[in-house]
């Protein structure tokens, strides 16, 4: 508690110093007001205020975490489950209003639509036993979403939806690893799915290229070793005053800066990424996880398969996995209907390793790689034409299956 307090107090005097900065220059970037509204409003408050009804739900796990679902009700629609990725928060699926998000498409369509919040984040940071600020409440990887958070909220949706026996499932980047993840672990739930589209898919990392990403991979033992030394076990540590601290340099000083930065990260396309709405991306980013997950994420690259946690101890690995090494998920287990998007430029998943992961799944019945050679990792939320050349080919394929044309 006293470490966090510590953290805090130093991320107050740094925002304190660029206000200080900002005005003193007098030369401010000026932001559209909207945009900052946006920015501000939490998840529920954000679809209401575009007219929509929202619910908020509190989701039980079997090991004690408390998750929190934002829902737009469709009494009577079919359920679809939608997950968002690492880091993110179920704001990604409403984020660019009502004409272009997939959350607001499919309440227009009928859809009774569930946004999930997995362990961690801004909105699921609640535990039976542990507080989070105890080291045990950030033991957590992709595995944990995939064994606990994604059966408990299918079970819950399900539960209030008795017209239906399958949802429907969408998710890009970690809610795919960690969809994979049930699927070789608790593959009985395959059964509840309708279908399942994964955007940006992440399972294997071999031929991934990203400079970020490999200097990270290079050095992760010592810096998990450094950051669990000082307590730290949350990414990003202090997550609310982090995420207030980026959103006023992105915002307001360094807009081009954060922008070439991001690009560098995912894939670089400016022709989609509107940077005006770079204030509203960090007004909401980093929603927070735990820095095992990240870990669990570097171990994967360049492994030569989709492997559980690595606890580096023999002992540790033969306890948690009861063998010496850790095994690979069964991604045969994954038997429901699989619909695969992603791309070329993607820097956190490559287009072979995809191809590698489609070969393996039982039931792809569509697998779509996006023409445009500059579509990257952050278009299949963010993209500025993610509602036609995306949102529109998914809501198709869903009625098909709805339909049974699939």
Not at 45 to 67: N, R, S
Not at 75 to 93: E, F, M, W
Not at 152 to 158: E, H, K, N, R, S
Request: charged share 20%; aromatic share 14%; hydrophobic share 40%.
């Amino acid at each position: 508690m006293l470490k966090s307090c510590h953290l805090n107090y130093c991320y107050g005097i740094l925002i304190s110093l660029f206000i200080f900065c900002d005005t003193a220059s007098g030369d401010l970037i000026k932001v559209d007001k909207t945009i900052l509204e946006d920015a501000n409003l939490i998840t529920p408050d954000l679809i209401k205020k575009y007219g929509y009804p929202a619910e908020t739900h509190k989701i039980q796990a079997k090991d004690g975490f408390v998750l929190t679902a934002h829902r737009i009700p469709k009494p009577g629609g079919q359920p679809v489950l939608l997950v968002h990725g690492l880091l993110d928060s179920s704001v990604a699926y409403v984020i660019l209003g009502p004409e272009r998000s997939l959350g607001f498409l499919l309440s227009d369509m009928g859809y009774d639509v569930w946004l999930l919040n997995t362990r961690g984040n801004r909105y699921s940071r609640k535990h039976k036993r542990y507080h989070r600020y105890q080291p045990q409440f950030w033991d957590f990887s992709f595995h944990e979403l995939g064994v606990y958070d994604l059966p408990a909220a299918i079970d819950y949706v399900l539960a209030r939806s008795k017209d239906f026996e399958q949802i429907h499932y969408v998710g890009p980047s970690q809610g795919t690893t960690s969809f994979f993840v049930m699927g070789s672990e608790r593959s009985a739930y395959m059964k509840k799915i309708k279908l399942m589209q994964a955007l940006a898919p992440v399972v294997f990392w071999d031929y991934i290229d990203s400079p970020i990403i490999l200097t990270f991979v290079k050095y992760l033992r010592p810096l998990v070793f450094i950051a669990r030394s000082f307590g730290i076990y949350e990414f990003p540590p202090e997550n609310e005053v982090w995420r207030s601290l980026i959103h006023k340099i992105c915002s307001f000083v360094f807009q081009n800066t954060c922008t070439y930065f991001l690009m560098e990260a995912m894939g670089v396309d400016y022709a989609q990424f509107n940077s005006s709405l770079l204030p509203l991306f960090t007004g909401h980013a980093s929603s927070g996880s735990s820095v095992k997950s990240l870990e669990h994420y570097g171990q994967q690259i360049h492994s030569g398969g989709f492997f559980k946690y690595n606890y580096y101890s023999t002992w540790e690995n033969r306890r948690n996995h009861g063998v010496d090494t850790p095994p690979q998920y069964k991604l045969t287990n994954v038997d429901c209907k699989v619909a695969l998007y992603y791309s070329r430029n993607d820097r956190l998943t490559s287009d072979k390793d995809v191809v590698r992961l489609r070969d393996i799944l039982p039931n792809v019945v569509l697998d779509y790689m996006f023409p445009d050679p500059l579509y990257n990792h952050i278009n299949f939320i963010w993209g500025n034409d993610v509602k036609t050349v995306l949102n529109d080919r998914m809501i198709e394929l869903m009625r098909k299956v709805d339909n049974g044309e699939v």
